[in-house]
């Protein structure tokens, strides 16, 4: 399987950006999907992730009422919307998978053995 994701570019705070990453090479019903950021000097964080099903939905507090994760089984793909963005938001965004028959979230990055290849975000006052 292949993640390939894009959406990420430099906004202004308060701005809205989408993140898409789309999969290939399985069957996307399969996957437990996750976003992921890293900041510069910070360590790789998880943001969002959704069930394999699409019907368990997790953020970081950090994240909680301005992005939303969701998953389109139908074009294999899982976005992230991101609104009321601000400069702390700046950071690389990964999207990740996993394939598996677990219902839940999968809240690690070990847990995740697919991943894409980042896209930036940047966030100015």
């Known amino acids: 399987v292949q993640l390939q994701a894009c959406g990420g570019g430099f906004v202004q705070s308060g701005s809205s950006l989408r993140l898409s990453c789309q999969v290939s090479g399985s069957t996307f019903t399969n996957y437990a999907m996750g976003w992921f950021r890293k900041a510069s000097g910070k360590a790789r964080e998880i943001v969002a992730a959704?069930?394999?099903?699409?019907?368990?939905?997790h953020y970081a507090d950090s994240v909680k009422g301005r992005f939303t994760i969701s998953k389109d089984n139908t074009k294999n793909t899982v976005h992230l919307q991101m609104n009321s963005l601000k400069p702390e938001d700046t950071a690389v965004y990964y999207c990740a998978a996993v394939r598996t028959t677990f219902s839940g979230i999968y809240y690690a990055s070990e847990g995740y053995d697919t991943w894409g290849q980042g896209t930036l975000v940047t966030v100015s006052s």
């Open positions: 959704v069930s394999h099903a699409g019907g368990i939905k």
